[in-house]
């Protein structure tokens, strides 16, 4: 794909790593095969296309490269830990590059997005009691004061990108998480325990993972689709609808 690239545009200028995959659902019921999944797309994912760009912008000294991550890569948050791992693991290699090869004319900014509305719960995969873990997951995804709209999102990284920012974590809810564990680790792990106690529990064979579309079809009533009204026009604006 670089070759083509390189062939029809002459050079990549900017990468933006922001392919992304996610499995909602207690530890006990996750497998090896979730974690592996998750960090082929999302660390790997990122670390590939990276070295392959980089040789050419360090030789030119000029390139920019845009890491999509997660709070989630800085706050572990429950019932998402296969998710979590990748998106830490994917912090840690943007924010170390971008410290190497910033006095070498290439940039890396470290994006970390709070829950999005952008439509893409439904393809997400669920584990345990999966009606119960795929309804907060829509909710949350759903709700204006919980999630931040696609395009102020988009916004927010263009402006960071030109602007050099070696980090920028999206949504006041995400900041104030981030900036709080930051102080006070203990004290946010066990926050988080107590929002594992709010969270369903483990019921449901281990390793069974269900696409959210086959699970959503359980949960259909008006008023399902009143509390997802948001999250499902996004998802039509957005593509992520079936079909």
């Given at each position: 794909m670089l070759d083509e690239v390189n062939r029809l545009h002459g050079q990549v200028d900017i990468l933006v790593n922001n392919a992304g995959i996610i499995q909602v659902g207690p530890v006990e019921?996750?497998?090896?095969?979730?974690?592996?999944?998750?960090?082929?797309?999302?660390f790997w994912g990122t670390v590939y296309p990276t070295l392959?760009?980089?040789?050419?912008?360090?030789?030119?000294?000029?390139?920019?490269?845009?890491n999509i991550t997660s709070v989630g890569g800085k706050v572990s948050?429950?019932?998402?830990?296969?998710?979590?791992?990748?998106?830490?693991?994917?912090?840690?290699?943007?924010?170390g590059l971008a410290a190497e090869v910033g006095s070498k004319g290439v940039q890396v900014t470290t994006i970390a997005p709070g829950p999005m509305r952008v439509g893409s719960y439904p393809n997400i995969a669920v584990t345990?009691?999966?009606?119960?873990?795929?309804?907060?997951?829509?909710?949350?995804?759903?709700?204006?004061?919980?999630?931040?709209?696609g395009e102020r999102a988009a916004r927010q990284v263009v402006?960071?990108?030109?602007?050099?920012?070696?980090?920028?974590?999206?949504?006041?809810?995400?900041?104030m998480l981030a900036r709080f564990h930051g102080l006070f680790p203990g004290t946010t792990v066990r926050l988080m325990g107590v929002v594992d106690r709010l969270l369903p529990?483990?019921?449901?064979?281990?390793?069974e993972?269900?696409?959210?579309?086959?699970?959503?079809?359980?949960?259909?009533?008006?008023?399902?689709?009143?509390?997802?009204?948001?999250?499902?026009?996004?998802?039509?604006k957005y593509q992520q609808h079936e079909g």
């Open positions: 019921s996750m497998t090896l095969r979730e974690y592996e999944q998750a960090h082929a797309v999302m392959a760009v980089l040789p050419q912008m360090l030789e030119r000294r000029s390139g920019r490269i845009v948050v429950p019932h998402l830990l296969p998710y979590n791992c990748a998106k830490f693991a994917a912090v840690g290699f943007s924010e345990g009691s999966q009606e119960r873990e795929y309804a907060w997951f829509a909710l949350a995804a759903s709700m204006p004061l919980l999630s931040l709209a402006r960071a990108t030109k602007r050099g920012e070696r980090v920028r974590i999206l949504s006041t809810q995400a900041n529990g483990s019921d449901g064979p281990i390793g993972i269900a696409p959210a579309r086959e699970v959503e079809s359980r949960l259909e009533t008006p008023l399902w689709r009143a509390a997802t009204f948001l999250g499902r026009r996004a998802s039509r």
